[in-house]
T-cell receptor, first 110, second 114 residues
């Protein structure tokens, strides 16, 4: 599975959009980009995933560049409850192990 | 609401004890996983299973074993607990093709070995 690079931490004001970047320059054609988040003392939670096209669901939007070497997770109106560690993971989606990096710690403030 | 349930939220055991961590999922998922999470080290895969009675070693299997006798249940066993196994343990499950929700995680078991 391809390696990802994320900033260690980010801050965002409540009500503003949080844009979390992820670089995955070695991504293969059959690898998806998945995003999870982990709120303190809980298990990671799936947010969204995509292959080539931009995706949106009730939680977030995922923007993938045309060359697929990077992506951005967008939380359109961040709240204090969005404070968490966000993991960007690239893998094929088949029965292989999921490897988590250290993620981005997002702090949403008043 | 689909769930992965871990039997204990907090557990304290003595060095040398045999410890069982239980995980049950109600989604009929084929795959199940055990991770441990430690500060600064992130999530590390211990063991996983593709099917009943099948198991595969992850990145850090030493000191652990697993059991999957039924599709919905995946147990992690610490044969002789040691203090360096104090950690947060997370169970997860998924379909063979994780095309929608990827992995679903339990809430974790915080194990302390004294």
């Amino acid at each position: 599975d391809a390696k990802t690079t994320q900033p260690t931490s980010m801050d965002c004001a409540e009500g503003r959009a949080a844009n979390l970047p992820c670089n995955h320059s070695t991504i293969s054609g059959n690898e998806y980009v998945y995003w999870y988040r982990q709120i303190h003392s809980q298990g990671p939670q799936y947010i969204i995933h995509g292959l080539k096209n931009n995706e949106t669901n009730e939680m977030a939007s995922l923007i993938i560049t045309e060359d697929r070497k990077s992506s951005t997770l967008i939380l359109p109106h961040a709240t204090l409850r969005d404070t968490a560690v966000y993991y960007c993971i690239v893998y094929t989606g088949t029965a292989s192990k999921l490897t988590f990096g250290t993620g981005t710690r997002l702090q949403v403030t008043l | 609401d689909v769930k992965v349930t871990q039997s204990s939220r907090y557990l304290v055991k003595r060095t040398g004890e045999k410890v069982f961590l239980e995980c049950v999922q109600d989604m009929d998922h084929e795959n199940m996983f055990w991770y441990r999470q430690d500060p600064g080290l992130g999530l590390r895969l211990i063991y996983f299973s593709y099917d009943v009675k099948m198991k595969e070693k992850g990145d850090i299997p030493e000191g652990y074993s697993v059991s999957r006798e039924k599709k919905e249940r995946f147990s992690l066993i610490l044969e002789s607990a040691s203090t360096n196994q104090t950690s947060m343990y997370l169970c997860a499950s998924s379909r063979i093709l994780q095309t929608n929700y990827g992995y679903t995680f339990g809430s974790g078991t915080r194990l302390t070995v004294v």
